[in-house]
T-cell receptor, first 112, second 115 residues
Framework: DQQVKQNSPSLSVQEGRISILNCDYTNSMFDYFLWYKKYPAEGPTFLISISSIKDKNEDGRFTVFLNKSAKHLSLHIVPSQPGDSAVYFC???????????FGGGTRVLVKP | DAGVTQSPTHLIKTRGQQVTLRCSPISGHKSVSWYQQVLGQGPQFIFQYYEKEERGRGNFPDRFSARQFPNYSSELNVNALLLGDSALYLC??????????????FGSGTQLSVL
């Protein structure tokens, strides 16, 4: 029972263009959403988050959009850079806040 | 300040053996969580500890246990290892118990291989 799904296992984009990563969730109790980035041999690194009371949060080149009615969120990276090549995980938590539920990840390759 | 540190970085065990993984949280963080990441999947929640007490448990068998020490470091123990326990084990810390809007900071993980 996957409560958080990332349906695209991989994404390839040209340097300078926009990367759009998608995430769907099924649990309506989730109220906080996060994106993590993971390089090989390293742990996940926090990238950006959004609370369910917002529909957009921006931090530099990264923007996360939340559509609660559709139970969908997306991460936009613009412009994409070669150093952005990594695996990106979407994660969600509920009000109890004692655990994160992760999606399966999307591997992004940014070509120079 | 040091981040979350985990030891060992790599470990090879055989089926039936027992393993202990260690984690030191970021200074000032009182909560430690453990996650299992199988190749090609996202991390799966195993345990959360806060102030030395278990505050959450994922869908893992009783072979998995953990504890938190007075200095907030933590150990994850896995008994009677199975081949399917081969995974990257991630430790994460947070300042508080984990209310909404709290980020987790992850260590680099322990790669466990069970042969």
């Amino acid at each position: 029972d996957q409560q958080v799904k990332q349906n695209s296992p991989s994404l390839s984009v040209q340097e300078g263009r926009i990367s759009i990563l998608n995430c769907d969730y099924t649990n309506s109790m989730f109220d906080y959403f996060l994106w993590y980035k993971k390089y090989p041999a390293e742990g996940p690194t926090f990238l950006i988050s959004i609370s369910s009371i917002k529909d957009k949060n921006e931090d530099g080149r990264f923007t996360v959009f939340l559509n609660k009615s559709a139970k969908h969120l997306s991460l936009h990276i613009v412009p994409s850079q070669p150093g952005d090549s990594a695996v990106y995980f979407c994660a969600a938590s509920d009000a109890a806040g004692n655990k994160l539920t992760f999606g399966g990840g999307t591997r992004v390759l940014v070509k120079p | 300040d040091a981040g979350v540190t985990q030891s060992p970085t790599h470990l090879i065990k055989t089926r039936g053996q027992q393993v202990t993984l260690r984690c030191s949280p970021i200074s000032g963080h009182k909560s430690v969580s453990w996650y299992q990441q199988v190749l090609g999947q996202g991390p799966q929640f195993i345990f959360q500890y806060y102030e030395k007490e278990e505050r959450g448990r994922g869908n893992f068998p009783d072979r998995f246990s953990a504890r938190q020490f007075p200095n907030y470091s933590s150990e994850l123990n896995v008994n009677a290892l199975l081949l399917g326990d081969s995974a990257l084990y991630l430790c994460a810390s947070s300042r508080n118990r984990g209310s909404t809007n709290e980020k987790l900071f992850f260590g680099s993980g322990t790669q466990l291989s069970v042969l």
